[in-house]
């Protein structure tokens, strides 16, 4: 297997913690120092970091930042137990934060903080390992000389510890010379497709095209699309996957038109004790981001606004889904349960 390589770093581990502004992309590259955990909160909350996998990451590092403050462990778990509640929908937030947490939990007062660091670093490493298999198993479910994907929101480099999950699915067609189109969602209205998918590919050369949210329709009625290729910010026990706000009425129209719509996510974005895609809790986002455009008012604020940050697709519209450990097909409770169990 060819180790697939992307140009694009989100974050950086050193002598200390610094992250990439995602709210500034594409216009600046500007890198933020975190401070501590509160610190990493706060970047969380405002999307200056996002994507399921990075999250947990980010956590993961900045509870050891902690970690490295303080040895109490009183501290340390109020600090975990805010970064975990940071943002509700991506499993892999307080998944990461508990990994740590239990590593600095049995390890020695004066190990607590090597013990984090380990913990967080590990945590980074599986995740970039994990995004190579599952862009090299994603791949492999298309079989054509050139294949097409289109794709929601922001899977790639700039979400996870790799080169991502659905775009790691994007970036090995590429590599391996079958890469049709990718056609990227612009995601409104905070529009990580079009602010950071398209220059995610652009800094790869991966040739994308960009489309309002509501052209899909038209695109995969015009038959130029081999696949709907999305992440996941968890996964239900059932199947059910919630991502990015738009993914549902991808899948409503990708099995209208006969197009296969494939979930890319690690071991860590399932959830076995979400019984169902019922029971994921959905961030609700200000509708600021809605009643503006840009700077720009559009919709006077008394208007009430319906955001949701994420929809759940259920799972008999999900027709694969690829993680680090196989291909899940069909998508069902016992398959799901083989898979992350
Ligand atoms: O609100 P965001 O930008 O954090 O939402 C991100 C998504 O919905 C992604 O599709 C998901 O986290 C998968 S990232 C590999």
């Keep these: 297997m060819t180790t697939v390589t992307t140009r694009v770093e989100p974050l950086r581990w050193g002598r200390g913690l610094e992250v990439l502004d995602q709210r500034q992309l594409p216009w600046r590259q500007a ?18 970091v996002r994507g399921a996998p990075l999250l947990g990451i980010t956590a993961a590092y900045a509870l050891a930042l902690e970690a490295l403050r303080t040895r109490d ?41 090597s013990a984090a660091v380990q913990a967080a670093i590990t945590l980074h490493g599986l995740d970039a390992v994990a995004c190579q298999r599952i862009g090299e198993l994603g791949a492999r479910l298309f079989r054509g000389e050139k294949v097409s994907i289109l794709t929601h929101c922001n899977t790639g480099a700039l979400a996870t510890g790799g080169i991502g999950t659905a775009l790691g699915v994007v970036r090995t067609l590429h590599a391996q010379g079958r890469l ?38 038209t695109l995969l009625a015009s038959g130029q699309v081999d696949g709907v290729v999305l992440g996941a ?3 239900a026990a059932d199947g059910a996957v919630a991502n990015k706000l738009g993914t549902y009425p991808l899948a ?10 494939v979930s890319a996510a690690p071991l860590s974005t399932f959830d076995l004790a979400c019984p169902d895609g019922r029971s994921i809790p959905i961030e609700q986002c ?17 208007v009430p606004v319906f955001n949701p940050a994420f929809d759940v697709t259920p799972p008999e519209l999900v027709s694969a889904i690829v993680c680090e450990r196989g291909i899940v097909r069909p998508v069902t409770r016992d398959t799901v349960r083989e898979a992350a169990g």
């Design 180 to 217: 049709g189109r990718v056609f990227a969602c612009e995601a409104r209205p905070v529009l990580q497709g079009a602010r950071l998918t398209v220059w995610e590919c652009q800094q790869d050369d991966l040739p994308v095209t960009l489309l309002p949210d509501h052209a899909a329709a």
């Design 252 to 261: 409503v129209l990708a099995a209208r038109h006969g197009v296969p719509l």
């Design 31 to 48: 890198w933020i120092e975190v401070r501590d955990a509160a610190h990493a909160v706060h970047l969380i909350r405002a999307l200056a």
């Design 233 to 235: 910010d968890r996964i």
């Design 73 to 113: 462990l009183p501290r340390l778990r109020i600090a975990a137990g805010r970064l975990a509640a940071a943002r509700p929908t991506a499993v892999n937030l307080a998944r990461a934060v508990h990994q740590v947490m239990a590593a600095v939990e049995a390890a020695r007062p004066q190990q607590r903080a």
């Design 286 to 302: 200000d509708g600021e981001e809605v009643r503006r455009l840009g700077r720009h008012r559009v919709v006077d604020p008394s």
